[in-house]
């Protein structure tokens, strides 16, 4: 024995065990940090979440002393990092198991609100009472007045006035006294300065004892407002009580709900269409997704946005009058589905007639098929009338437990028992739809007999379901009725942009007329509304057709068609007159519309029409598009059944003669009648086939497209490869010629004014050995072109298609180049050195100024030539123009002014006076009047070169990038050009091109040289100091004013001074410890003014009292100072 007596110690366990209930309160064990809530917080338990019969989420109210208001407060995450945020809680939420183990039953519950509540009144009844001294009291208030005056003594208040009280007194009452008493006492400057002291004095203790009433009436609100919080929560512990018992009555009211349902309760069933029932073998479809109503019948009626649910009675005759109309909507003979009236908003003008008639709009209901028999089935649950399907999708229940950034809400998650909720009332809500259906079947037997009734089986069991039903999950994309055609067509506004983009002189085009004319695309047949119209416009014609097929021409770079229409015209004295006749479009001015104005033909075809108007997923916007598709679908329909003999011919002949790969040859007879008919101005097929001339073209056209085109590729990549140019396209031309596109070499291009956008059209014909070059020219590469077809691309066509210019053709751009290198000569003219050459332009003024007022309109007034030289070209975004150098109306001064011959002189002066009326005091205008030349853009060439006889001619200023301000600084054209190339190169847009021959062979600008202007060139060297100013290290504002000490705001100036001087002089009124002064020299004040400009885009010419802020002359010293905005 080792004489070692073991003793067991008893084992005491401690249970603590309280029932949970809502309603009561329970205490925090510790701090919980991250819900803000602090140790041995006392919390109402607000609701209690159960799942599966066990208790699963606590929710507790937030301390009332918290609730609802946004409190910053600090916690550590799981990673043991301190994070600060400001939140705002109502709830807090804890599983079962954390909330056991962090909190307490809390038995005093009562009395740790009521002396909280306590704490509350008294805290409002003390300051009541202070509030209530103070006002009383005067001396109580004289103290509080004191204590707020001596916190706010300062080192610059010790010569203020309130150190002295007496002498205040005495001042006060000389100032508030009679004006006798200040007279007889002696009144000195002195005494009157004491008088505005004391009157200061007198403002800022009346200021102190407001901002001090208004503080304590501030608190005692806020002291008041805090125990709102806590009622509330006794109210909400009533409601958590009964928490139970009151879901408990839902529940049952819920069931109840379900059997009003399956009883038909306030169930309507529509009878639409009688009828043989459907065949017992067939089962029950139920299809998932919405249908509206007016998706479905713009099928086959024209519907406007008009239609409502008022008109839901032209349904209900549609279906018993277009059995397609039945198919299209039912995929079954035994069918159920959802359907509302409409998804649209229709504008009802009244706001409550609006929300009520819009509700109406949306309300869904059952259409049911048997067979021949169609009902409609209204049910009265809430949720049934904005049910968005009949039953839910597949990811619909997935995404209830799913998070916002898209995780997973699992069962260890305190949200999962609202998701849950949510589950059970959506599951509710299709259950009802199940019940709904299985009291149609057993009361009224709506769907016929497709099961045994005998064999007593549950229609909402999965048994019956799965026997006698199914499911189309055509919303999910996922069933029978998904489109598998969608990844492959393109959307609808693709497909109308796709077919647009072919649009050219020759394309057929079918035109909604009441929606393509309009004051700015045929003013001819519309005008502006003078009231306000629902359109904005009127027509001042009749269309003899509203929609119909033109076929379009160009016009000054436009595209047009024409539309037949009528006009009358009405008068008191003589019958009324009817005039028809062909109004113009300009399409290419057309814009957009409510629906679509026109659609051109030239690749439609329609089958594609007839996608488009039977997809339910595109005809959500069938307003827009489906009246013009169903119409001409029609027409293409019945022109490709008139043209069909003659395509057989065609193919017939392809056939014959073993021409292609049999496979391809169908295609290869499309291709040649879209590329005839476009080359034929949208001729009948029937017209080319019976023509021998247009039928051997049809058959060579056919024959390259089909086989020896793409017979030839080899050979003409040879011939590229001889000619140095890489291949881009080959195609067949609308003449039944091969085109081939190829890039020009680097030599052959031209990037002026715009990068080179333009290819090499050859038009090759087919030797017996090879190819044979017949004719070149420049073209664009047009993304799409129908007029060509397309028998094969190389992959470097893809950096040349689609390229657009500004100009309308490379010979067009080439002309505006060319322009501008003629301005020169028309410069040198303007030198008043230059006699010979102001007499020239004398002499040409006086025939421009004849030809504008002896031979073309004048408006009743004198005018006067416009000067323009082109001296560049501007490129901004889709448009050109020329910037010329020149003068609208102050031709005739500059060379009057400059000329010494004195007879020609007296002509110039003759020729202008005498078409006056009032000839007094023009002559000694024309002689002294300033003149100056300057700078404007227009894409128009003067008619009279160098002057214009246009009266409406429209010009515009270039854009220099600064403002009007500025600019007057810039008086040489040097440095206006550098404003306008440094803005070009600016814009991503933007591009500037000047004459190549204003340029020196060193880069310098040669206009004011040439013009002879000395006023011209400063050429005075300037120097500037640029200042930088960097923040202090507070990130405060880093410079302050030497006289006052306030902030000087500005980080950043430049300073124009004489060369050589001081530096510190940039910083004379201002105290900047950490600054960068920074010297560049120029040879004149333009081009310093220009580095500023360019270094500040943003800067502007410094005065005293521009800013708010600086109110100093710029030092002695300093030119100009410009400061950064």
């Known amino acids: ?449 497709f099961y045994d009734r005998s064999s007593n089986i549950n229609f909402i069991s999965m048994d019956f379901q799965e026997k006698y039903c199914r499911f189309i999950h055509d919303a999910d994309g996922t069933g029978l009725l998904s489109d598998p055609e969608a990844d492959t067509r393109p959307s609808l506004e693709s497909y109308i942009k796709q077919a647009n983009q072919h649009l050219r002189s020759g394309s057929r085009v079918f035109c909604e007329w009441r929606q393509v004319v309009n004051p700015v695309t045929a003013p001819g047949a519309a005008k502006d509304d003078s009231g306000n119209g629902y359109r904005g416009h009127s027509f001042t014609v009749d269309f003899v057709k509203s929609r119909s097929t033109s076929v379009a021409y160009q016009k000054n770079e436009e595209i047009y068609v024409d539309v037949p229409v009528v006009q009358h015209t009405y008068s008191r004295n003589a019958k009324s007159d009817k005039r028809e006749f062909n109004a113009k479009v300009c399409l290419s001015k057309f814009r957009t519309s409510d629906s679509l104005g026109y659609l051109c033909l030239d690749t439609v075809k329609s089958a594609d029409l007839e996608y488009y108007i039977h997809n339910r997923r595109i005809r959500a916007n069938h307003l827009y598009y489906i009246r013009l598709f169903k119409e001409l679908a029609a027409l293409l329909k019945l022109e490709e059944t008139l043209e069909e003999q003659y395509r057989s011919k065609m193919l017939a002949a392809l056939n014959a003669g073993n021409i292609g790969d049999e496979n391809d040859r169908v295609a290869a007879v499309d291709k040649t009648i879209q590329t005839w008919r476009c080359a034929n101005r949208g001729a009948s097929l029937q017209s080319g086939l019976e023509d021998e001339k247009q039928w051997k073209a049809l058959l060579a056209m056919m024959d390259l497209i089909a086989w020896r085109g793409h017979a030839s590729i080899p050979q003409i990549e040879c011939y590229c490869e001889q000619l140095g140019n890489s291949p881009l396209r080959l195609v067949v031309m609308p003449n039944g010629k091969l085109g081939l596109y190829v890039a020009p070499r680097a030599e052959e291009r031209n990037d002026a004014a715009e990068k080179h956008k333009w290819a090499i059209r050859v038009v090759l014909s087919l030797t017996r050995t090879g190819v044979k070059e017949v004719s070149r020219s420049w073209a664009l590469v047009n993304e799409l072109s129908v007029s060509e077809c397309t028998l094969k691309e190389w992959p470097l066509v893809d950096e040349w298609k689609g390229l657009k210019s500004v100009f309308e053709s490379y010979d067009r751009k080439l002309k505006a180049l060319a322009d501008i290198e003629l301005g020169r000569e028309t410069l040198k003219r303007l030198n008043p050195s230059n006699q010979e050459g102001l007499s020239e332009l004398a002499e040409l003024w006086i025939n421009a100024f004849e030809e504008m007022n002896f031979y073309r309109p004048t408006g009743g007034i004198v005018q006067k030539p416009v000067m323009m030289i082109p001296i560049g070209l501007i490129v901004d975004r889709e448009e050109w123009s020329y910037l010329y150098l020149g003068t609208r109306g102050s031709a005739v001064e500059y060379i009057y002014q400059n000329l010494n011959d004195k007879a020609l002189k007296a002509r110039v002066a003759h020729r202008l006076i005498s078409n006056y009326e009032v000839k007094e005091g023009k002559l000694d205008n024309l002689a002294n009047k300033k003149t100056s030349l300057g700078l404007f853009c227009t894409k128009q060439r003067p008619d009279m070169a160098p002057f214009s006889a246009d009266r409406n001619i429209e010009t515009y200023g270039p854009d220099f990038g600064v403002n009007h301000a500025v600019l007057t600084h810039m008086v040489s054209f040097k440095s206006q050009i550098a404003l306008i190339q440094q803005e070009a190169d600016r814009g991503l847009h933007r591009r500037f091109t000047i004459a190549s021959n204003l340029v020196s062979s060193a880069g310098e600008l040669l206009i004011d040289q040439l013009l002879g202007d000395a006023a011209r060139d400063a050429d005075e060297p300037v120097d500037i100091l640029e200042v930088v100013i960097n923040p202090a290290p507070t990130g405060e504002p880093g410079a302050k004013l030497k006289k006052n000490g306030e902030t000087f705001w500005h980080k950043h100036w430049c300073d124009l001074c004489k060369p050589g001087t001081e530096e510190s002089l940039a910083l004379s009124h201002i105290h900047a410890p950490d600054h960068v002064i920074t010297r560049t020299s120029f040879s004149s004040k333009e081009d310093a003014i220009l580095f500023v400009l360019k270094t500040m885009p943003q800067a502007r010419k410094y005065e005293k009292d521009f800013f708010r802020d600086n109110d100093f002359d710029v030092p002695d010293g300093i030119i100009e100072r410009w400061i950064d905005r």
């Open 1 to 449: 024995m080792t004489g070692i007596v073991r003793i067991e110690q008893p084992v005491e366990r401690i249970e603590r065990f309280h029932s949970l209930q809502g309603g009561q309160y329970w205490r925090a064990n510790e701090a919980i940090a991250e819900e803000n809530i602090a140790a041995s917080e006392v919390l109402l338990i607000e609701s209690l979440r159960w799942v599966d019969n066990k208790l699963h989420t606590v929710i507790l109210r937030t301390h009332p002393s918290k609730h609802g208001q946004h409190i910053r407060f600090e916690y550590t995450d799981e990673s043991g990092r301190t994070c600060g945020t400001t939140r705002s809680f109502t709830q807090h939420r804890f599983l079962f198991d954390d909330f056991v183990n962090k909190f307490t039953f809390a038995a005093d519950s009562k009395e740790v609100r009521e002396s909280e509540v306590q704490a509350c009144q008294q805290l409002a009844q003390k300051l009541t009472v202070e509030l209530s001294e103070a006002m009383t009291n005067p001396e109580r208030m004289k103290e509080i007045i004191a204590e707020r005056l001596e916190k706010e003594q300062t080192e610059k208040s010790e010569n203020k006035l309130n150190t002295l009280p007496a002498t205040i007194d005495q001042y006060t009452n000389l100032a508030t006294g009679p004006l006798e008493n200040a007279l007889t006492s002696g009144v000195n400057e002195e005494s009157i300065k004491g008088m505005m002291e004391a009157a200061r004095h007198g403002h800022k203790l009346a200021v102190i004892q407001s901002e001090w009433l208004q503080g304590k009436n501030n608190e005692i609100t806020r002291a008041v407002q805090a125990v709102v919080p806590y009622y509330q929560e006794m109210a909400a512990a009533q409601l958590a009580a009964f928490e139970e018992s009151r879901e408990n009555v839902e529940s049952l009211m819920k069931g109840i709900a379900s059997l009003d349902l399956f009883i038909g309760k306030d169930v309507v069933v529509n009878t639409i269409i009688k009828g043989n029932s459907a065949p017992s073998d067939i089962p029950l479809t139920f299809v998932q997704k919405k249908l509206l109503m007016d998706e479905e019948l713009a099928v086959y009626l024209d519907l406007g946005d008009w239609f409502d649910f008022t008109k839901a009675d032209l349904f209900d005759q549609a279906l018993q009058k277009h059995p397609g109309l039945i198919e299209q909507i039912f995929p079954t003979q035994r069918c159920v589905l959802v359907m509302a009236v409409t998804r649209r908003h229709v504008n009802y003008q009244d706001p409550w007639e609006a929300a009520a008639k819009d509700f109406q709009n949306r309300c869904v209901f059952l259409l049911v098929r048997d067979g021949e028999n169609i009902y409609q089935v209204c049910s009265p649950v809430e949720s049934h009338l904005g049910a968005h399907t009949l039953f839910p999708e597949r990811d619909e229940q997935d995404a209830l437990f799913r998070g916002f950034d898209g995780s997973r809400i699992t069962f260890r998650d305190v949200a999962y028992t609202d998701r849950l909720r949510a589950h059970e009332k959506m599951a509710l809500h299709y259950k009802r739809f199940l019940i709904l259906c299985c009291g149609l079947d057993q009361r009224e037997r709506l769907f016929g007999e």
